[in-house]
């Protein structure tokens, strides 16, 4: 069971979710409270992790199994008899966390952990299934990374000014890209199980083009948020250069984005150091 949770809560994405909530958490409280720092990247590391993704796993199930890249780093295929267990783990594991963390918190902070925590469950869950709106999928998937920077912010207490919104603005573009983009390659067991999503409904080719399009705003964006933090712009080369070779893709092939997918999860480590170090200088110059 516990191998299940594991593989379900998709621990190469980990800390995808907690590092933007400690970065900007780190960056803009003063003073740093250290039990909001650890509970709330401990709450977005693994919690919030299983509850985004082992929900999807269960209710995703017979799409699943007609995909080939499920069963291992890119996503568990639940048998149903674990489906139950996982729900309840998912519920166990994260309720605690959000009790502290509201009552550590501030208004602010309650309605952006709302909107996130109704983000994860809005997503897969039977009656919403937000997955299966196109657009609207890229949309809630690119909250999902983006809102624990901005409960970050909002725990904080910080002023926003133009250059964080800027700079989150460009995360969001990029999250809405990956979800895109991530989409591709699922078209066909997408299709075959009758799942709606952005690549479903625009085609393979089209969907590709609107990921490359976004990675290229949220650089542009990041571009103009100031010194040092422009240099972040630059973070969206990799992301074309990834997305480029599948600019002509069909339907027919959109399984072999996979490749593409793959090098992304590889990318977002060298990303993230990359952000890191242009953290670490813009904390100094100011």
């Not at 069971?1 to 949770?5: P, Q």
């Not at 269960?58 to 499920?70: A, C, G, M």
């Not at 996982?86 to 594991?93: G, P, Q």
């Given at each position: 069971?516990?191998?299940?949770?594991f593989?379900?809560?998709?621990p190469?994405?980990?800390i995808?979710?907690?590092?933007?909530?400690?970065?900007?958490?780190?960056?803009?409280?003063?003073?740093?409270?250290?039990?909001l720092?650890?509970?709330?990247?401990?709450?977005?590391?693994i919690p919030?992790?299983?509850?985004?993704?082992?929900?999807?796993d269960?209710?995703?199930?017979?799409?699943?199994?007609?995909?080939?890249?499920?069963g291992?780093?890119e996503?568990?295929?639940?048998a149903?008899a674990?489906?139950?267990p996982?729900?309840?783990?998912?519920?166990?594991?994260n309720?605690p966390?959000?009790?502290?963390?509201v009552?550590?918190?501030?208004?602010?902070?309650?309605?952006?952990?709302?909107?996130?925590?109704?983000?994860?469950?809005?997503?897969?869950?039977?009656?919403?299934?937000?997955?299966?709106?196109?657009?609207?999928?890229?949309?809630t998937?690119?909250?999902?990374?983006?809102?624990?920077?901005?409960?970050?912010?909002?725990?904080?207490?910080?002023?926003v000014?133009?250059?964080?919104?800027?700079?989150?603005?460009?995360?969001?573009?990029?999250?809405?890209?990956?979800?895109?983009?991530?989409?591709v390659?699922?078209?066909?067991?997408?299709?075959?199980?009758?799942?709606?999503?952005?690549?479903t409904?625009?085609?393979?080719?089209?969907?590709?083009?609107?990921?490359?399009?976004?990675?290229?705003?949220?650089?542009?964006?990041?571009?103009?948020?100031?010194?040092?933090?422009?240099?972040?712009?630059?973070?969206?080369?990799?992301y074309?250069?990834?997305?480029?070779?599948?600019l002509?893709?069909?339907?027919?092939?959109a399984?072999?984005?996979?490749r593409?997918w793959?090098?992304?999860l590889a990318?977002?480590?060298?990303?993230?150091?990359?952000?890191?170090m242009?953290?670490?200088a813009?904390?100094?110059?100011?």
């Open positions: 069971m516990i191998r299940h949770l593989w379900s809560s998709r190469l994405s980990w995808n979710t907690a590092y933007p909530f400690a970065l900007a958490y780190l960056l803009l409280a003063r003073p740093v409270d250290p039990v720092l650890v509970v709330g990247t401990l709450y977005f590391l919030y992790n299983l509850a985004m993704y082992g929900v999807n269960v209710f995703d199930y017979e799409s699943d199994l007609r995909n080939p890249r499920k291992g780093v996503g568990s295929v639940l149903p674990l489906h139950r996982t729900l309840i783990a998912a519920a166990v594991t309720i966390f959000l009790v502290v963390l009552v550590l918190g501030n208004p602010a902070s309650w309605l952006v952990l709302a909107i996130s925590v109704f983000a994860v469950i809005a997503y897969s869950s039977k009656g919403l299934r937000f997955k299966e709106r196109p657009v609207l999928d890229s949309v998937s690119s909250t999902h990374f983006v809102s624990p920077a901005v409960y970050g912010v909002a725990l904080a207490g910080a002023a000014d133009a250059r964080t919104v800027l700079l989150l603005a460009a995360f969001f573009c990029w999250g809405m890209a990956s979800h895109a983009f991530g989409a390659q699922d078209v066909p067991a997408d299709r075959e199980a009758g799942i709606g999503s952005i690549a409904a625009l085609g393979a080719r089209a969907t590709v083009g609107i990921a490359a399009a976004l990675y290229l705003a949220g650089g542009v964006l990041a571009g103009l948020s100031g010194w040092p933090t422009a240099l972040a712009g630059l973070l969206a080369l990799p074309l250069a990834m997305v480029a070779p599948f002509r893709i069909t339907d027919g092939t399984e072999t984005a996979n593409g793959r090098r992304f990318i977002n480590f060298g990303a993230g150091f990359g952000v890191t242009l953290a670490i813009a904390s100094a110059l100011a």
